[in-house]
């Protein structure tokens, strides 16, 4: 069974300027969760998508926004990137129901 | 207060050791617990996974939720040094709040030959 893909695994982006993060889950799974995760403040929720419906939403700002496909593919875009976009972006797969979540090898990316 | 509060250590200990990583929550809604092991540079790798008071056992891995004093921890017995990594606790909700998980800081565990 085919784990969670992220792609791609490496950006270097500038200041100002927009990225689109990937993310296919696990076949069968109709939910997909976006986290950020910084040394200082650890892996912090961003949004949830189930059934191409946000259900959740972490505390960030407007700039950071998803979508999910009828496959359940998901994408994240972070539009206006600040330097404290730097981080490691990665989602997590599950039924949506309360079960086990499997995370991707995130996505690192650097803004410079 | 942090929902979910965890030691950030640094934890070592020698080779064979038991390791007892612990974390604190609030928030008693229903709620089920997971623990992930994350190595530099890759994603959290899960665990154990328990949404009951007690004990669940996998292999040298313990994971016990008491969730009477809003604790939960997990044990690893015979500690190798493949198990050095950042060890996350992680607590989900029910109803509305599925597929969201709130994390602890995370344990850095290393273990020494």
């Known amino acids: 069974k085919a784990g969670v893909t992220q792609t791609p695994r490496y950006l270097i982006k500038t200041r100002g300027q927009q990225v689109t993060l990937s993310c296919s889950p696990i076949s069968g799974h109709r939910s997909v969760s976006w986290y950020q995760q910084t040394p200082g403040q650890g892996l912090q929720f961003l949004f949830e998508y189930f059934s191409e419906t946000q259900r959740n939403k972490g505390n960030f700002p407007g700039r950071f926004s998803g979508r999910q496909f009828s496959n359940s593919r998901s994408e994240m875009n972070v539009s206006t990137l600040e330097l404290g976009d730097s981080a490691l972006y990665l989602c997590?797969?599950?039924?949506?129901?309360?079960?086990?979540?499997?995370f991707g090898q995130g996505t690192r990316l650097t803004v410079v | 207060q942090k929902e979910v509060e965890q030691d950030p250590g640094p934890l070592s200990v020698p080779e064979g050791a038991i390791v007892s990583l612990n974390c604190t929550y609030s928030?008693?809604?229903?709620?089920?617990f997971m623990w992930y092991r994350q190595y530099s540079r890759k994603g959290p790798e899960l665990l154990m996974y328990?949404?009951?008071?007690g004990n669940k056992e996998d292999g040298r891995f313990t994971a016990q939720v008491d969730k009477s004093s809003k604790y939960i921890s997990l044990f690893i017995r015979d500690s190798q040094p493949s198990d050095s990594a950042t060890y996350l606790c992680?607590?989900?909700?029910?109803?509305?709040?599925?597929?969201?998980?709130?994390f602890g800081q995370g344990t850095i565990l290393t273990v020494h030959p």
């Open positions: 328990t949404y009951s008071s």
């Open positions: 997590a797969s599950s039924a949506g129901t309360g079960g086990t979540a499997f």
């Open positions: 992680a607590k989900g909700a029910g109803g509305t709040s599925y597929g969201k998980l709130t």
């Open positions: 928030n008693s809604a229903f709620q089920y």
